[in-house]
């Protein structure tokens, strides 16, 4: 079975501080992806990153980086200086990947809400 | 980017009634498609897996003569709520995966909120 654990319910910052998410997740497969999706308050989910779990470089892409550690199962994400835009339940997720192409439903955590307040 | 088109966005009805729901890739060729379910302020769980041409995979739980799923072309997946009622009322979202592009990254449609009163 996979879990996806986020701790932090919500957390509530002024703008320009930096933010960081906590990501952790329990699986058998030996390979997955990981992801992260910002649900702003209309409802969409929006994808902003997939990581292959014999990737662990981290990743930057402008203000948002992910710190992905296999040895402690964790996928943690940061905004660095953030926006009042950046308000939005942000959801970490995983699903197993397959070699044939086949693709699973994702397994999500239970979500982080980021306020940030002007 | 990929994009998911999730009609209708609202839909209040009474109680007894079926609603159907549709999820259209636009501008690519999904292979398959996913329902989701999510309750206020809580997160997102998969109903089923929806496959062009064959019979949807429901995840242990659902009712699948409840919620009906018709994936009857690479652009369009439909979700039938039957003899629907209050506890049915909930935001149901659904994804679709890029086909021949990157494989399993889920692009979502804006979802749906089902009032049954």
């Known amino acids: 079975a996979q879990k996806v654990t986020q701790a932090q319910t919500e957390i509530s910052v002024v703008e320009k501080e930096d933010v960081t998410l906590d990501c952790v997740y329990e699986?058998?497969?030996?390979?997955?992806?990981l992801f992260w999706y910002k649900q702003p308050p209309s409802g969409e989910l929006v994808f902003l990153i997939r990581r292959n779990s014999f990737d662990e470089q981290n990743e930057i892409s402008g203000r948002y980086s992910w710190n992905f550690q296999k040895s402690t199962s964790s996928f943690n994400f940061t905004i660095t200086a953030s926006q009042v835009v950046d308000s939005a339940v942000y959801f970490c997720a995983l699903s197993p990947m397959y070699s044939g192409g086949g693709a699973d439903g994702l397994t999500f955590g239970k979500g982080t809400h980021i306020i940030i307040h002007p | 980017g990929a994009v998911v088109s999730q009609h209708p966005s609202w839909v209040i009805c009474k109680s007894g009634t079926s609603v159907k729901i549709e999820c259209r890739s636009l501008?690519?060729?999904?292979?398959?498609m996913f329902w989701y379910r999510q309750f206020p302020k809580q997160s997102l769980m998969l109903m089923a897996t929806?496959?062009?041409?064959?019979?949807?995979?429901?995840e242990q739980g659902v009712e699948k003569d409840k919620f009906l799923i018709n994936h009857a072309s690479l652009t369009l997946s439909t979700l039938t709520v039957t003899s629907a009622h209050p506890e049915d009322s909930s935001f149901y979202i659904c994804?679709?995966?890029?086909?021949?592009?990157?494989?399993?990254?889920?692009?979502f449609g804006a979802g749906t909120r089902l009032s049954v009163l």
């Open positions: 929806s496959n062009e041409g064959s019979k949807a995979t429901y």
């Open positions: 699986t058998r497969d030996t390979t997955y992806y």
């Open positions: 501008d690519f060729q999904a292979t398959t």
């Open positions: 994804s679709a995966i890029r086909l021949a592009l990157a494989k399993n990254i889920q692009y």
